[in-house]
């Protein structure tokens, strides 16, 4: 059985200077996102043996690059509503460890790119406050006379 002390004796290494990691949310107190929390679990599973084909990353943090767009979104399958991501504790590490695969149960989900996609009203919303954005740029530029635009 692996032991809390051995997690974190290996997740020592992983730790920047000063950072200070929270027992109940590893990979949100370190923010560690991407390519870097990728490393992070592929070096877990080999330090460990643990299989990690039960692990899906868009549940626990943005695994895309680069890590500020999130592209796939954990989606309740009945209401269409954008699940949260849920933190690692580090007792879910130790638990994995000793069963030697990752386990960790959620509530029913499907995966979609982008499901703020499907509300049309929003993204009718977005595209006039950018057109109002381009008229005030175009305001502010341009010289008050209008004819400036009928002279060319």
């Known amino acids: ?12 290494p992983h730790i920047s ?6 027992p109940g949310d590893i990979l949100g107190s370190l923010r560690c996102d991407g390519d870097n929390a990728s490393e992070l679990f592929e070096d877990f599973a080999e330090r460990f043996g643990v299989d990690l084909r039960n692990f899906e990353p868009w549940l626990y943090y943005i695994a895309d690059e680069p890590p500020v767009r999130r592209r796939w979104h954990a989606v309740d399958p009945e209401t269409g509503a954008e699940l949260p991501l849920f933190p690692i504790t580090v007792q879910d590490f130790v638990t994995a460890a000793g069963a030697g695969v990752w ?12 499901p703020f996609l499907r509300d049309r009203a929003a993204i009718r919303r977005w595209i ?13 530029v341009f010289p008050d006379d209008p004819g400036v635009f009928l002279a060319r």
């Open 103 to 114: 386990n960790k149960t959620h509530p029913p989900h499907r995966f979609e790119r982008y």
């Open 17 to 22: 200077r000063g950072a200070e990691p929270d």
């Open 128 to 140: 006039r406050m950018a057109l109002v954005c381009v008229l005030l740029v175009v305001l502010f």
């Open 1 to 12: 059985m692996v032991s809390e002390a051995e997690v974190l004796a290996w997740l020592q």
